[in-house]
């Protein structure tokens, strides 16, 4: 009983005691389906797949189903593999209302993309571009567009590179953080403060993660520039004396810390909206309205904050004796071809207009430019359910058409009386004190389902259910990656295909998992076939 063989079989068990669960949980409801392929350890493609739907509390629930193998990641292939998983599951096409994908041209492609195929079966499963990956496309346009800040971004990781390249400079950064720190007065010991810090590496995939490597090295820029002096005369190369003494030259520039603070204002912005569409149960209304109060403020930064970041940019560089610039002096370009041509503009004019108005309103533009589900039919009538402001954008026409973009949802007779459904449930609600002060139509769904005012109104509650499924980012999927990294390691590279997809079901859905009874699980695993022994 303690054969690998019939390990593989108990995992499998405690697998499929989740995944009913979770199809008991979802019922004959509609939902979403998020996907998405990598490549595990192993150099197999897999693809991960997430349903999102609203539970009978009234709840948004992502739930992990299963990873599948495929031999290749055209979207011929990625959908047969779908329809395989859902036969074997008994789940139908039919019932998915929308689709969650990155850009990828495989996945959302407009004619022969995953999401065309399946838009060809049923026409209502709308597809969403994930809003992670659209904000993502932002930050990467602005980087590759604008030389500057494509150069900064460089210089930034090849920093990270010397920094972080041998244990011997990991120690001495170490040792003279020790040191600043008994040097300070006044400084809080204790649990969780001033722990040692280190320059946070930045992921290639996940823009948000470069505001805490900004952010560390504001924190530690003095001590950054002792190891990069000690790089300098202690280097065993000429390469890395090199690149220490460029990087420390480049580093004690007024320009260098002029595009720290910028990035790092930029993306402290941005980075709150990235967190926020990160959640499993953000809806899509919201997240719409969280794109537009995150231009919105980015648009008053770029009017209101080249004063304040003037200021502190000055403040840094007087606090570390880096060497300002006056701003009312005549501009000088540092090329040398061009040193002697007089520009007729003022440093101020330079700081401000050509770097400071241009880099927020290209990032302003590109926000606008990648977020154009804002625009869409769909999301405008889905916009008249939210009681925000006490429901002040209710409309009864634009949740008729809605009802007409879901055929299969709505017959005749229910679009009939759908429209005086409508009439009375805004009266209700309006005089209820329950659903005053309400966020989103999350809590409008969970706080319908509290007073049962879902069995009153079932039309009206099936268009929350509509507008709630719809996909906002596909990070549930993302997540379902990092955790197939634990389960399927360098040292267990040669794991099969079921045993991958059950221990990732289990590890990942272990909520589910805790609630599993050993009696169900032994059960199953006796059905499974004639042993000779007993569990």
């Given at each position: 009983?303690?054969?690998?063989?019939?390990?593989?079989d108990?995992?499998?068990?405690?697998?499929?005691?989740?995944?009913?669960?979770?199809?008991?949980?979802?019922g004959?409801?509609?939902?979403?389906?998020?996907?998405?392929?990598?490549?595990?350890?192993?150099k197999?493609?897999?693809?991960?797949?997430?349903?999102r739907?609203v539970?009978?509390?009234g709840?948004?629930?992502?739930?992990?189903?299963?990873?599948?193998?495929?031999?290749?990641?055209?979207?011929?292939?990625?959908?047969?593999?779908?329809?395989?998983?859902?036969?074997?599951?008994?789940?139908?096409?039919?019932?998915?209302?929308?689709?969650?994908?990155?850009?990828?041209?495989?996945?959302?492609?407009?004619?022969?993309?995953?999401?065309?195929l399946?838009?060809?079966?049923?026409?209502?499963?709308?597809?969403?571009?994930?809003?992670?990956?659209?904000?993502?496309?932002?930050?990467?346009?602005?980087?590759?567009?604008?030389?500057?800040?494509?150069?900064?971004?460089?210089?930034?990781?090849?920093?990270?590179?010397?920094?972080?390249?041998?244990?011997?400079?990991?120690?001495?950064?170490?040792?003279?953080?020790?040191a600043?720190?008994?040097?300070?007065?006044?400084?809080?010991?204790?649990?969780?403060?001033n722990?040692e810090?280190?320059?946070?590496?930045?992921?290639?995939?996940?823009?948000?993660?470069?505001?805490?490597?900004?952010?560390?090295?504001?924190?530690?820029?003095?001590?950054?520039?002792e190891?990069?002096?000690?790089?300098?005369?202690?280097?065993?190369d000429?390469?890395s004396?090199?690149?220490?003494d460029?990087?420390?030259?480049?580093?004690?520039?007024?320009?260098?810390?002029?595009?720290?603070?910028?990035?790092?204002?930029?993306?402290?912005i941005?980075?709150?909206?990235?967190?926020?569409?990160?959640?499993?149960?953000?809806?899509?209304?919201?997240?719409?309205?969280?794109?537009?109060?995150?231009?919105?403020?980015l648009?008053?930064?770029?009017l209101?904050?080249?004063?304040?970041?003037?200021?502190?940019?000055?403040?840094?560089?007087?606090?570390?004796?880096?060497?300002?610039?006056?701003?009312?002096?005549?501009?000088?370009?540092?090329?040398?071809?061009?040193?002697?041509?007089?520009?007729?503009?003022t440093?101020r004019?330079?700081?401000?207009?050509?770097?400071?108005n241009?880099?927020?309103?290209?990032?302003?533009?590109?926000?606008?430019?990648?977020?154009?589900?804002?625009?869409?039919?769909?999301?405008?009538?889905?916009?008249s359910?939210s009681?925000?402001?006490?429901f002040?954008?209710?409309?009864?026409?634009?949740?008729?058409?809605?009802?007409?973009?879901?055929?299969?949802?709505?017959?005749?007779?229910?679009?009939?009386?759908?429209?005086?459904?409508?009439?009375?449930?805004?009266?209700?609600?309006?005089d209820d004190?329950?659903?005053?002060?309400?966020?989103?139509?999350?809590?409008?769904a969970?706080?319908?389902?509290?007073?049962?005012?879902?069995?009153?109104?079932?039309?009206v509650?099936r268009l929350?259910?509509?507008?709630?499924?719809?996909p906002?980012?596909?990070?549930s999927v993302?997540?379902?990656?990092?955790?197939?990294?634990?389960?399927?390691?360098?040292?267990?590279?040669?794991?099969?295909?079921?045993?991958?997809?059950?221990?990732?079901?289990?590890?990942?859905?272990?909520?589910?998992l805790?609630?599993?009874?050993?009696?169900?699980?032994?059960?199953?695993?006796q059905?499974?076939?004639?042993?000779?022994?007993?569990?």
């Amino acid at each position: 009983m303690t054969a690998p063989a019939i390990q593989k079989d108990i995992c499998y068990c405690f697998a499929q005691e989740v995944l009913k669960m979770i199809f008991e949980e979802l019922g004959d409801d509609v939902f979403s389906i998020l996907v998405d392929e990598s490549r595990d350890v192993s150099k197999k493609e897999q693809m991960a797949v997430v349903l999102r739907y609203v539970d009978k509390l009234g709840f948004v629930k992502e739930r992990f189903i299963g990873l599948v193998h495929v031999k290749e990641t055209t979207a011929l292939s990625l959908k047969h593999a779908i329809d395989e998983l859902f036969a074997h599951y008994n789940l139908s096409l039919d019932r998915v209302r929308g689709q969650g994908y990155d850009g990828a041209s495989n996945m959302s492609g407009e004619f022969n993309g995953l999401k065309a195929l399946i838009l060809k079966e049923n026409p209502s499963a709308y597809f969403v571009h994930c809003f992670a990956h659209q904000l993502q496309l932002v930050i990467v346009a602005l980087a590759s567009k604008h030389s500057e800040v494509f150069k900064f971004f460089e210089e930034i990781s090849n920093l990270l590179n010397v920094v972080g390249v041998s244990c011997k400079r990991i120690d001495f950064g170490r040792e003279k953080q020790r040191a600043k720190l008994d040097l300070d007065t006044g400084v809080e010991t204790g649990r969780e403060k001033n722990q040692e810090l280190s320059l946070a590496r930045a992921g290639d995939t996940r823009w948000g993660s470069h505001e805490k490597t900004l952010l560390r090295l504001i924190e530690l820029y003095p001590i950054i520039i002792e190891v990069l002096e000690y790089v300098e005369t202690s280097g065993s190369d000429g390469a890395s004396k090199s690149q220490a003494d460029g990087l420390q030259v480049y580093m004690e520039t007024f320009n260098f810390i002029y595009y720290l603070h910028l990035m790092k204002n930029i993306l402290g912005i941005t980075n709150k909206l990235s967190e926020a569409l990160q959640r499993k149960d953000q809806d899509i209304l919201n997240a719409v309205g969280m794109v537009k109060s995150t231009k919105k403020e980015l648009q008053t930064y770029r009017l209101d904050g080249f004063k304040s970041l003037l200021e502190d940019v000055i403040s840094f560089c007087g606090k570390y004796e880096i060497e300002t610039v006056n701003m009312e002096d005549e501009y000088v370009d540092p090329r040398p071809r061009h040193r002697r041509r007089k520009t007729n503009i003022t440093n101020r004019h330079h700081y401000e207009v050509n770097i400071f108005n241009t880099i927020m309103d290209m990032q302003i533009q590109e926000l606008g430019n990648r977020f154009n589900e804002v625009t869409t039919e769909l999301l405008t009538f889905m916009n008249s359910l939210s009681p925000c402001r006490n429901f002040s954008a209710f409309n009864i026409q634009n949740l008729l058409k809605l009802a007409e973009m879901y055929p299969n949802d709505f017959d005749f007779d229910e679009k009939d009386k759908l429209k005086y459904e409508l009439g009375n449930y805004i009266a209700n609600v309006k005089d209820d004190t329950r659903f005053v002060d309400m966020n989103g139509v999350s809590d409008l769904a969970k706080t319908m389902v509290e007073t049962r005012k879902h069995i009153d109104y079932p039309l009206v509650y099936r268009l929350l259910k509509l507008a709630l499924v719809l996909p906002v980012a596909t990070t549930s999927v993302e997540r379902s990656f990092s955790s197939m990294k634990h389960v399927k390691t360098d040292l267990r590279n040669r794991m099969g295909d079921g045993y991958t997809n059950d221990s990732c079901i289990c590890y990942i859905e272990k909520e589910f998992l805790q609630k599993v009874s050993e009696e169900d699980v032994m059960q199953r695993f006796q059905k499974m076939k004639t042993r000779r022994e007993q569990l």
